[in-house]
């Protein structure tokens, strides 16, 4: 369960979207996300829409992978879509009368429902195109660029790259442990299937403590290995992989930029 | 290479119940150097300081009494700490605790990008390290998808991309299955042949330490016994006294030699004992 996690399952790649300066490829799908919020009048959407299918095609994963990451937000997806086709006020088309309330579907409630919906899954959709079309390391690098500015107030923009980059690490080794230990538990006769949520909230208490006595070792081995190999911080650092901007996030930034024009004029012009 | 000078060491820690500060020595006035080239194992049983006496030799603890020198360097000294670890390379017991990267070759990288090293020279580095532990292949792996030998293989690259003269192994392959802990060996034992990297094996597998040129055993924080693997392990008796075994074949040996059978003492490998054994009933057959 642990290993659906959509962080850092990178597609390599060759694809333009994969040789983009990830600092600007972050930025890039920050704007993107900004404009999907603007996004409302069924003619920038349709734009939208078809940005965002070239996006996916250019950037050459499957759409079924794409699609996985949708996967787990899909309660809050259903959620949001009923909240906001019931409790829109306008125009009802439908309604069923319980108790003393009234369930009643309107027009706009649809219209916004829809609207959110389709919002959702776009912002995921462009999120997980950065992830899945950037290395774990691009992007903690790409991070770290990005924070770098802030520096100054005192933002610790190496170590957060860092912390994630480790994270990132240890995930996979983290839950094949939680796996193991949770098998060995279970022969011992533990349950962590049934009951209600108390009883298997107490239930995790056998699984957690030995994970957590575990992680706290393996945090202290990896420090010993880390400063054995002469980590010193991000001062006087360098990297093998050295990326810059080239041609390729010129145009980058052009389409982007006249990407979201021409969809905030189709907002507000029509 | 590496000196020490009557090194002590004491971990102090509070106490569980009371908050007093208790002084557990875990190294006592050892006197020990490492000569350039060779290849060292170092032996003892659980807790008797081994793990402890190879921090001392880069830097990682400092000694409480006496000195350590790494290629003349005292590890006291803090403008040199950096420099002794770039010489003085360590890789660790468990795989899983010592990669820092999510992809072989970014973990490969790691120490050199920590050095300063220009992005072409590391990459250069990282292909020459990977080739020289015959992990080419695996550039682009996770480190997830490796089995322990090939991860111990990565974490010696890891620590080779520093051009380290000494190479540590603190039990290196304590938690790898037979065919890792081969692979392993080979590549440590081709390292110090074929690139002249001195190095320092601490183990508890008695067979690589009879590889090594010098094999010194520590007992409770003191070196007890040092000398060839021949010299070490003919003291079959008090080898066990610590608590240690010898290598299989010695001990055959050493039990025949018991029933009257007069065969060498220095038997060490599978190899040896044949031709031991075969000298004597090729005797008594014909
Ligand atoms: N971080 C520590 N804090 C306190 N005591 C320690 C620490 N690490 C090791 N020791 C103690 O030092 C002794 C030697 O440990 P170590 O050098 O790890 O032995 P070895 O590697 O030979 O098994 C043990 O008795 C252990 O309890
Ligand atoms: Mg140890």
């Known amino acids: 369960m642990l290993k659906d996690i959509t962080i850092g399952q990178y597609i390599p790649g060759s694809s333009p979207l994969h040789k983009m300066h990830a600092p600007l490829k972050i930025i890039l799908t920050i704007l993107y996300i900004t404009v999907l919020f603007f996004v409302d009048s069924p003619v920038s959407y349709a734009i939208f829409t078809v940005y965002t299918v070239a996006l996916v095609l250019i950037s050459g994963v499957p759409l079924k992978v794409l699609l996985r990451g949708v996967k787990p937000m899909l309660w809050i997806f259903i959620f949001t879509a009923i909240l906001n086709v019931f409790m829109t006020p306008g125009e009802i088309i439908w309604s069923l009368p319980i108790f003393r309330f009234t369930l009643k579907i309107t027009n706009e409630g649809l219209a916004a429902g829809v609207t959110m919906a389709v919002r959702l899954l776009y912002l995921i959709m462009g ?12 992007l903690t690098d790409g991070i770290e660029k990005l924070l770098k500015p802030l520096r100054k107030i005192k933002v610790p923009s190496h170590e957060i790259a860092m912390m994630m980059t480790i994270a990132i690490r240890f995930i996979p080794t983290l839950a094949e442990e939680t796996d ?56 006087n650092r360098t990297r093998m992989k050295e990326s810059h901007m080239t041609a390729l996030d010129v145009k980058a930034i052009v389409i982007s930029i006249l990407a979201a024009a021409v969809v905030l004029l189709a907002e507000f012009w029509t | 290479m590496i000196k020490t000078k009557n090194l002590s060491f004491v971990y102090r820690k509070t106490d569980e119940d009371g908050g007093t500060a208790v ?127 090939q991860k111990q293989r990565v974490a010696i690259a890891a620590v080779l991309a520093m051009n380290p003269e000494i190479l540590i192994l603190d039990e290196p392959t304590a938690m790898l299955d037979p065919k890792g802990r081969s692979e392993v060996i080979k590549t440590i034992k081709m390292l110090n042949r074929e690139k002249g990297i001195t190095v320092v094996l601490i183990t508890h597998y008695m067979d690589e330490a009879a590889l090594a040129d010098r094999t010194v055993v520590i007992d409770d924080g003191e070196i007890v016994l040092d000398g060839t693997p021949k010299d070490v392990f003919r003291n079959v008796e008090k080898i066990k006294s610590l608590g240690l075994d010898v290598p299989q074949v010695t001990e055959l040996a050493y039990e025949l030699r018991k029933k009257g059978i007069d065969i060498s003492e220095d038997v060490l490998t599978v190899d040896e004992c044949f031709a031991e054994l075969l000298k004597i009933l090729g005797g008594g057959a014909t």
Request: net charge neutral; aromatic share 6%.
């Open chain 2, 23 to 149: 002084e557990e020595e875990v190294l006592r006035e050892i006197n020990l150097t490492i000569e350039k080239g060779s290849f060292t194992a170092i032996l003892g049983h659980n807790g008797s300081g081994k793990s402890t006496l190879a921090k001392h030799f880069n830097a990682i603890l400092l000694p409480t009494g006496g000195k350590v020198y790494v290629k003349g360097m005292d590890t006291t000294d803090k403008d040199s700490v950096f420099n002794i670890r770039q010489s003085a390379g360590m890789v660790f017991q468990n795989p899983d605790n010592q990669m820092v990267a999510a992809i072989v070759e970014d973990e490969v990288a790691f120490a050199p990008e920590n050095l300063g090293v220009e992005p072409k020279e590391i990459r250069r580095r990282v292909d020459e390290c990977l080739e020289t532990v015959n992990m080419t292949k695996y550039a682009q792996s996770a480190p997830s998808n490796l089995s322990g030998g």
């Open chain 1, 180 to 235: 193991k230990i949770k098998k060995a538990q279970t022969a011992r006769g533990a349950d962590f299937e049934t009951g209600n949520i108390i009883k298997r909230a107490k239930a995790m208490i056998p699984l957690l403590v030995p994970l957590f006595i575990s992680a706290f070792r393996r945090a202290d081995d990896l420090a010993t290995a880390m400063e054995a190999r002469c980590y010193n911080g991000g001062d």
């Open chain 1, 127 to 138: 999120t997980s195109l950065l992830t899945l079309t950037t290395s774990p390391l691009q």
